[in-house]
């Protein structure tokens, strides 16, 4: 039998650092995929059906706005038609010291997965005219275009209600561990080899996490780890042995134990309570 794996989405042309289209006009059910080196912002204006986010299973209730960051996994099964935008844009697309509301802007929605909209606030226009602007290319378009995106982050993060201001520096060590983290783990298991990556020590690892966070970098790769397992284990048909090796465990009974260390539940437990 051939397993399904989860693969990987680059829809960004080499060196492209930003493009927004509109949906296709058609229903479609998508594998479940990551995206590489890129966030998504997503504005459902018209559709039904179902948008999986890593281990979360929503209903779509349009409109809504999908915030998805790199590394993030998804997919999704329509029942209609969908009406709305996809943007796609990497960190290098702003300048992080002259654009500094905007990079604060997207730290402080780093937490927002999905925000639900309501009569007060219709982004479809300032959605339209950023994709006209993309189209259009002139000289001043990258500079219209981030306004735009200022005002939509702004008033994505107020209709989010969340009071919540992230002051961790994009270029701290912290910050680089995170986003290096999906990229490299489950390849990666021990603290040293990030820190090998990352230029540092173990210890100045630990502590830059313990500044930010009440985790050490062992924790957040056990979470990356266990995020990593319950995608396999949810989006793929593989089983226990199959999702260990994908995982870099040494033993099968190994994963088994660090998955009930976590969740209390043993891999096909957990799988059993999403799909009976």
Known sequence: MEYGNIGTKNKLAHGQLFKISPFKAKIKKTRPHKHEGYYELIFIH???????????????????????????????????????????????????????????????????????????????????????????QGSNSDLIIHGYLQALLARVLDMSNSGQILTTPSTSLHDRFLRLLPTRCPELHLVNQFAQILNTSPQNLNAACRKYTDKTAAGHISSQLLLEAKRNILHTDKNVSEIAYVLNFSDPSYFIKFFKRHTGLTPLQFRQQYFQ
């Open 46 to 136: 018209e559709g039904e059906g179902f948008h999986w986010l890593d281990t979360d299973h929503h209903q779509i209730t349009a409109p809504e706005i999908y915030f998805l960051k790199p590394g993030s996994l998804h997919c999704w099964q329509f029942t209609s038609i969908p009406k709305g935008y996809v943007m796609l844009f990497k960190d290098e697309y702003f300048d992080q010291v002259r654009e500094s509301n905007l990079v604060q802007l997207l730290q402080q929605l780093d937490t927002q997965v999905k925000v639900n909209l309501t009569d007060s606030f219709d982004p479809q226009a300032i959605f339209h005219e950023i994709w006209k602007e993309f189209r259009h």
